[in-house]
């Protein structure tokens, strides 16, 4: 009991003893176990993921990188070379040339097709064009259509002598393209990829416009920006790492060009061993049964796409992209 005065008369109030401090330190200890198990049981749900993910990316990866470090010989077995199989790989005429035909491609389709999905985003994000709905599910079609199919597809259409374009040239009295010569079958493997990706390049980019916040865009309508303006200026500059997802995610799948030219090489003659890295690598594996320089094929065109991509990347963080 402790006494108090209060306007001069005496009182006494009972002082209270202070709460001992093991509780909050219970409460915290409580706390911290919570979120162990909580960590542990979010473990489980990506267990499934991580277990995919190592058996079928890690382990294929580590041993393409072991067996290409050996040779296999008729006479002697198989035998540890060391980077011979890297060295000659690497001063292969066969394998640069078809990395520069696949740049050249990524070159053309990427931005190609990031300008054309970037306009139909706007268009259906701005409400510009009526039954969004059912366009966007009509663009994203193409790309449920697996690639060998689609392959085989523009390949009937577009072949010489029984294909549906040949057939309205020369209805309308024009020239036959020979849309499989040597001037147009990068052009046609380039429409092929992008009658491919374009719906769900679409659909990526529509779903972060979506996201920009409607003050921006109605402060920017207020102020009296123009349409074209709020697109080019506001939305798209705002959805930039967005756009450079896209653009790293088909530029990687660009260099891994493989199923198109290798589905028309029976109709296009023009389509060597070598039109592509991954094209080399196949035929130097099955065709030639060269299992370990195909192995260091594979290593070195992992590695030329890491540095394209980590370039890209460090170029866009110079210039303020958050990625």
């Known amino acids: 009991m402790a006494q108090v005065a209060v306007g001069g008369v005496e009182q006494q109030r009972e002082v209270r003893p202070a709460r001992p401090e093991t509780s909050g330190r219970t409460t915290l200890r409580r706390h911290s176990a919570f979120q162990r198990r909580r960590d542990r049981r979010g473990l489980w749900f990506v267990l499934p993921f991580i277990v995919v993910f190592v058996m079928f990316l890690v382990v294929p990866l580590i041993y393409a990188v072991y067996t290409s470090f050996f040779t ?6 198989t035998v540890f070379s060391g980077f011979a199989n890297y060295t000659e790989a690497l001063t292969s005429g066969a394998f640069w040339t078809g990395m520069g035909r696949t740049i050249l491609f990524a070159a053309i389709q990427v931005p190609i097709m990031i300008i054309i999905a970037a306009f139909f985003a706007a268009m259906f994000d701005l409400g510009v064009s009526r039954f969004g709905g059912f366009f966007r599910t009509v663009f994203f079609l193409p790309f449920a259509v697996p690639a060998v199919v689609a392959t085989s597809m523009w390949g009937s259409m577009l072949q010489t002598q029984v294909g549906v374009f040949p057939k309205i040239f020369a209805d309308l009295g024009l020239p036959n393209p020979n ?3 040597p ?25 972060a416009l979506r996201s920009v916040p409607r003050e921006v865009v109605e402060s920017a309508v207020v102020d009296g920006a123009k349409l074209s303006r709020i697109v080019t200026r506001i939305k798209l500059p705002i959805i930039r790492p967005a756009i450079i997802l896209v653009v790293i995610i088909n530029v990687i799948g660009a260099l891994q060009l493989f199923t198109e030219p290798y589905l028309l090489a029976p109709i296009a003659p023009n389509v060597s061993s070598n039109y592509t890295p991954t094209l080399y690598m196949y035929n130097e594996a099955f065709s030639a049964q060269f ?33």
């Open 179 to 181: 849309f499989f010569g």
């Open 291 to 323: 299992y370990n320089f195909a192995a260091a094929i594979a290593v070195v065109l992992a590695l030329v796409i890491i540095i394209i991509s980590g370039v890209f990347l460090f170029s866009q963080r110079r210039k303020g992209a958050v990625i």
């Open 183 to 207: 001037g147009h079958l990068l052009g046609v493997i380039v429409l092929i990829a992008i009658w491919e990706w374009t719906g769900l390049t679409i659909i990526i980019l529509y779903t």
């Open 72 to 77: 296999t010989r008729l006479i002697g077995g």
